[in-house]
């Protein structure tokens, strides 16, 4: 396969255009929901999913929580709250549980509406997923509770085994919906990362594929960081170890990485007070190891110069969408430099695109 024909490579370059289009559709869906989630009013909103999936919700908890008529957000993997359930549902206590899946038809996912139904069926549920003919699209919720399904673009249903438009979207479809944000803001708002995703993919820098790649973020790019660990992890079979943690986390143990074919990535936080942090680690690491390459990215409006620039104006949590771009590019490039199938690196068998082989238990 010539390397200008990998549907990773494809799926990833789409990103822009996909939320260009949804822009348009998701601020009237979004209004729908919030607007149903007011008057359900749930205890407590569970944001779940395996895998890149349930990075969304690492990714959006912390901001979304208490921002829709004061409900908790909280981020609860499908893979938790199938292998231990009674961690989480609570007599008296009905969530909202927002289910994300790129495929719908993973075996957490069936196994969470399993749960849902034999064991807290009063739960509303609200499905997102980028595959109409999915169990997560699908599936009837036989109440009390009630159900919404939100059904993305079929071009973000991606055919490669790394999750890209998939995750992204997905993750700003979830934000738009929860965030008490105004149609037109919404609307305003992906159409400013469209344009600036079409920068960003063409900026990404040509970096030398390194043994090692860490990749750090406070508040909302910590999701981000462990997105971005897990694509250069996958898209490189292995063969790249990586890493990732908070921008103050990492000098407590997890620096020990850290060496001469290490590159760290950080993004770099438009919060003031964060940006003091996220900078001072950026200079700590340059004076500490001189050989290791630091790559900073961000606002450079807000601190000292990032290497990769991207001045969007909007917050954090918006940005996630938009910084991954770097982590996915360069895990394609990484991938090609290995000689791996992109949109297949464990061709053998032992990983696979969706995970549907899992063993349930009741």
Same mark, same amino acid.
């Given at each position: ?92 206590? #009905? &969530?909202?549980?927002?289910? +994300?899946?790129? /495929? *719908?038809?993973?075996?957490? !996912?069936?196994?969470?509406?399993? =749960? ?92 030398? #594929? &390194?043994?090692?790649?860490? +990749?750090?973020? /406070? *508040?909302?790019?910590?999701? !981000?960081?462990?997105?971005?660990? =897990? ?132």
């Amino acid at each position: 396969m010539s390397a200008n024909t990998w549907a990773t490579e494809t799926e990833i370059a789409a990103q822009p255009e996909i939320w260009a289009a949804w822009s348009n559709i998701l601020p009237g869906i979004a209004a729908d929901i919030s607007g149903w989630i007011a008057e359900r009013r749930p205890d407590v909103i569970w944001l779940t999913g395996a895998g890149t999936s349930a990075f969304i919700g690492d990714a959006l908890a912390v901001y979304l929580n208490g921002r829709l008529n004061d409900i908790p957000v909280r981020n609860v993997p499908s893979t938790d709250l199938v292998a231990r359930p009674g961690d989480f549902l609570k007599a008296g206590v #009905r &969530p909202l549980v927002v289910s +994300f899946g790129r /495929s *719908g038809n993973s075996s957490e !996912t069936l196994g969470t509406l399993d =749960l849902l139904e034999r064991d807290c069926p009063k739960a509303d549920r609200l499905n997102i997923t980028c595959n109409a003919d999915s169990a997560l699209a699908t599936r009837a919720h036989p109440g009390p509770g009630e159900q919404k399904i939100i059904v993305l673009p079929d071009a973000c249903h991606d055919q490669g085994f790394a999750m890209t438009s998939s995750y992204t979207t997905m993750l700003l479809t979830a934000l738009a919906c929860m965030s008490g944000v105004s149609e037109d803001d919404i609307s305003g708002n992906i159409t400013t990362l469209a344009r600036a995703a079409r920068e960003v993919l063409q900026s990404v820098p040509d970096l030398p #594929r &390194p043994a090692r790649a860490v +990749f750090l973020g /406070s *508040g909302p790019y910590l999701g !981000t960081a462990r997105e971005s660990a =897990l694509k250069v992890l996958e898209l490189a079979a292995g063969q790249v170890v990586t890493a990732w943690d908070s921008t103050l986390g990492f000098r407590h143990g997890p620096k020990a990485i850290t060496d001469d074919q290490t590159t760290v990535f950080v993004f770099l936080s438009s919060d003031p007070l964060t940006r003091k942090y996220d900078d001072d680690i950026v200079t700590e690491l340059r004076s500490q190891f001189p050989d290791t390459r630091t790559v900073s990215i961000g606002d450079p409006d807000v601190g000292a110069n990032p290497d990769l620039s991207i001045p969007t104006g909007l917050p954090d949590v918006w940005n996630t969408a938009l910084y991954v771009l770097v982590a996915q590019v360069l895990s394609v490039a990484w991938s090609k430099s290995l000689g791996l199938n992109v949109d297949n690196p464990f061709e053998g068998g032992n990983l696979s695109r969706v995970v549907s082989h899992v063993r349930l238990y009741v």
